[in-house]
């Protein structure tokens, strides 16, 4: 299967519409995935799976998936998410936004169209994502004993350092940071972490509410349209412009939030620390 190149993406800018050429074909299962030249949806990253995929149309059939596909320059088959036996950005291939449909794509040029409604849920909970982390790396700042990497605003990395897994939800995310002896190690104090809490989500929530009321523009940076292009996340916040490395896709300003809450618990054991994030 000639390709002609990985996909151009335009939803980095938070386009949701385009019209473009199908360029090849591959089964995903029982269904049908259709690879365009150039594409408005976010597909779901098999490395960091944490912005679940667009749906919408394409050519006038419902998108109910949307995965990363890579196939090697000269080779003809497709490898799908997991599958893929390469890092992401080898070179001598060709990475892909695949679009999957129950019937088969009929036409040659198709207009594809997002659903907005779940576009705009899933950037609210993504961009809420990386405000509520920085918000606890600083509510965490005094915890640690020896010298980290620090975030943008120069606070104590903890989201990064502690980080397992990130999921984005419709107007909301969780993540949930080990607490193991590894991270006690790099000098991160977990004594009392129970009983501070509730002072610890309060501090989260209030810094939360200010970046809000300040209505700071929140922007992507992409190099390339290229979908394996390392787009970065930027944010105008009152203590200064921050950046952070991010795939996914994002609201323009704070103040489009409305309202984020910032929820913590630990796991029973006390090993896993959760934090929920709810916008509204």
Known sequence: MEIGGSTLVSYPAGEVRGRSTVVGTVPVGDRHGTIVAETPFHPLDHTWPDQPADVGTIGGLDVVDCVTGAVEDGGETVHLGEDIPVRRGTPGWS??????????????EVELAVNAESRRALSAGHTACHLTALALNAALAGRWRKEVPADGLGHPDFDQTAITSSRILPDGSKDVYRLGKSLRRKGFTTEGLAEDLPGIAQRVNERLKEWIAADVPVWIDSPSPELIARRTW???????????????????????????????????????????TVVG
């Open 95 to 108: 990475w892909l936004v695949v679009h999957v449909t129950e019937a088969p794509v009929p036409d040659r």
């Open 234 to 276: 930027h944010c105008g916040l009152p203590e200064g412009e921050v950046a952070i490395p991010c795939g996914g896709t994002h609201l323009s300003r704070t103040s489009q939030l409305g309202s984020v809450t910032a929820t913590l618990e630990l796991s029973g054991d006390g090993s896993e620390l959760v934090m929920h």
